[in-house]
């Protein structure tokens, strides 16, 4: 219950308090949340510090606030099966139709020291920076880079409404393999602002290089994923030369 001779303020007692529940798996996936009357009634806190203690519990990804209908568990994560190729359109795709995109770049950039390293036949590379939103929380953000040569089959608009390999396999460019690096990273910079979390936030930070059918390196890719949002999963197979 709330002490209340606590150093701690009442509103993180009751968010922790919450965030328990939750965890315990007490509150379940999906559910509501008590109102914050009822809340009030139940902790003898007022509406203030429930109101804050919601607010600390949406930041940190474990609730959704939805206007005029109340506060609900966050739903499960999102799965990404490591065992088979797709775009991140296509995974959450599968899973949810309530993931959409916020583009918040699309411009030809030069090349750094580390993209020219990956794209060295080429002078300069489109980057598209956007984020993926999920019952109006930003849950990852992703940059994209293209070489020229394969940008010029893209445009704003079918970013908007496609992925990229869509696109590419429309225009007869087949990607058949992806070299990817999993990290952890605590959030910083302009990704507090794009993800809306805090200093130090951890995410989960992926580089991929995406290859066609003719060994061209056509895209590289980072994703910023909110840890609370994702989850890798990888079937793996013991070989007989070891």
Request: aromatic share 8%; hydrophobic share 40%.
């Amino acid at each position: 219950m709330i002490e209340r001779e606590s150093p701690i303020p009442m509103y993180q007692q009751l968010a922790s308090i919450i965030r328990d529940k939750i965890l315990k798996g007490e509150l379940k996936s999906g559910s509501k949340i008590s109102s914050v009357n009822e809340l009030v009634k139940l902790y003898g806190v007022s509406r203030v510090t429930v109101v804050q203690a919601i607010e600390e519990l949406v930041k940190s990804g474990l609730i959704i606030s939805r206007q005029g209908k109340g506060s609900y568990v966050r739903t499960s994560k999102h799965i990404e099966d490591l065992s088979s190729l797709r775009s991140f359109e296509e995974i959450t795709n599968l899973e949810s139709n309530n993931v959409v995109q916020k583009i918040l770049s699309y411009n030809f950039i030069p090349l750094s020291k580390q993209l020219a390293e990956i794209f060295p036949s080429t002078q300069k590379v489109l980057k598209i920076e956007r984020v993926h939103i999920e019952e109006n929380i930003p849950i990852a953000k992703v940059n994209i880079f293209l070489p020229e040569e394969a940008a010029y089959h893209i445009s704003k608009e079918k970013v908007k409404n496609h992925s990229l390999y869509e696109i590419f396999e429309k225009n007869d460019i087949q990607i058949s393999v992806a070299i990817q690096k999993i990290e952890a990273q605590p959030a910083s910079g302009s990704l507090l602002e794009d993800l809306q979390v805090e200093n130090g936030f951890p995410l989960l930070f992926v580089q991929r290089t995406s290859i066609d059918n003719n060994k061209n390196i056509i895209m590289f890719s980072e994703f910023f994923y909110r840890y609370d949002a994702y989850t890798f999963m990888a079937k793996l197979q013991r070989t007989s030369d070891l």
